[in-house]
């Protein structure tokens, strides 16, 4: 029942943009995302609950498609600190409150 | 105060010990969490409380359990450990369980079992 997440990596240069799919094969609630840095605490982007949703923080947006059960976080005009690993969490209709986490996308930001 | 403290930060500890994790919330959130996170992989979910009552547990092993002694702390206990159970444990909390609430994550205990 984990999401999946794809690219696992992607490489930037500041000022460049990045899309983060994230799809499951179960209907979902809702589609979390957040961003965990090197040794630190997993930190909270945005949460998408219905389908169609697009929702922003600051350049970094994200759109969810209920009818193909897929997100994607869209990075614009890149900053080093968007450096991290992005997972995409999901809450699926069958599995009550239980937020399961995709692999990961690991984003490197270069000046 | 928006922020979820666990302590120790570090542990280290024998198969034969019996440690506890502490975590605490003072944001009035009714959910706290369990997780456990491998070198890089996404946090697995070990344990959810609602309103102080267990509501989730993921099938994990009894040598961990969990308690909320109140709606501001949540312990995890370890005993008799395997040095497959090393990991960064993260606390988490949100206003409550429902899906529309984002996870305040804390820093996290790293355990190291020898």
Not at chain 1, 34 to 46: S, T
Not at chain 1, 52 to 68: D, P, R
Not at chain 2, 13 to 24: A, F, Q
Request: charge should be positive; charged fraction near 20%; include cysteine.
């Amino acid at each position: 029942q984990q999401p999946v997440q794809s690219p696992q990596a992607v490489i930037l240069r500041e000022g460049e943009d990045a899309v983060i799919n994230c799809s499951s094969s179960k209907a979902l609630y809702s589609v979390h995302w957040y961003r965990q840095k090197h040794g630190e605490a997993p930190v909270f982007l945005m949460i998408l609950l219905k389908g169609g949703e697009q929702k922003g923080h600051e350049k970094i947006s994200a759109s969810f498609n209920e009818k193909k059960q897929q997100s994607s976080l869209y990075l614009t005009a890149s900053q080093l600190s968007y450096s991290g690993t992005y997972f995409c969490g999901i809450l699926i209709k069958a599995a009550g409150n239980k937020l399961t986490f995709g692999g990961g996308t690991r984003v490197l930001v270069k000046p | 105060d928006t922020e979820v403290t666990q302590t120790p930060k570090h542990l280290v500890m024998g198969m034969t010990n019996k440690k506890s994790l502490k975590c605490e919330q003072h944001m009035g959130h009714r959910a706290m969490y369990w997780y456990k996170q491998k070198a890089k992989k996404p946090p697995e979910l070990m344990f959810v409380y609602s309103y102080e009552k267990l509501s989730i547990n993921e099938s994990v092993p009894s040598r961990f359990s969990p308690e909320c002694p109140n709606s501001s702390l949540l312990n995890l206990h370890l005993h008799a450990l395997q040095p497959e159970d090393s990991a960064l444990y993260l606390c988490a909390s949100s206003l409550d369980a429902s899906s529309y609430n984002e996870q305040f994550f804390g820093p996290g205990t790293r355990l190291t079992v020898l």
